[in-house]
Nanobody
Framework: VQLQASGGGLVQAGGSLRLSCAAS????????MGWFRQAPGKERDLVAT???????YYTDSVKGRFTISRDSAKNTVYLQMNSLKPEDTAVYYCAASTRTGRATASLYEYDYWGQGTQVTVSS
């Protein structure tokens, strides 16, 4: 089973990026999926999560700017990031949970993780 994250890069403040996370080896259509991020010296924190039926939850700092979505037919989850800020700079990780289909903020509920993709926002 593999989660392959892509789409990171360097962007100026105010710009946009779209992250993708393609799963292979098993289907996650009944699973909660999430995006987390980790800045240097900080803990890995939730950015957004989506349930198996499409319910979403966002951390306060990205509400109104980021959108999480999923395409179950493609076994892929996306994170559209708009109006990016320097404080969004981090390694972004996608994750999948086989324990619940409900959107969940706890990283301990996720048992599959992608390799991470770097997002750098310059001021």
């Amino acid at each position: 089973v593999q989660l392959q994250a892509s789409g990171g890069g360097l962007v100026q403040a105010g710009g946009s990026l779209r992250l993708s996370c393609a799963a292979s080896g098993r289907t996650f259509s009944s699973s909660a999926m999430g995006w987390f991020r980790q800045a240097p010296g900080k803990e890995r924190d939730l950015v957004a999560t989506i349930s198996w039926v499409g319910s979403t939850y966002y951390t306060d700092s990205v509400k109104g700017r980021f959108t999480i979505s999923r395409d179950s037919a493609k076994n892929t989850v996306y994170l559209q990031m708009n109006s990016l800020k320097p404080e969004d700079t981090a390694v972004y990780y996608c994750a999948a949970s086989t324990r619940t289909g409900r959107a969940t903020a706890s990283l301990y509920e996720y048992d599959y993780w992608g390799q991470g993709t770097q997002v750098t926002v310059s001021s």
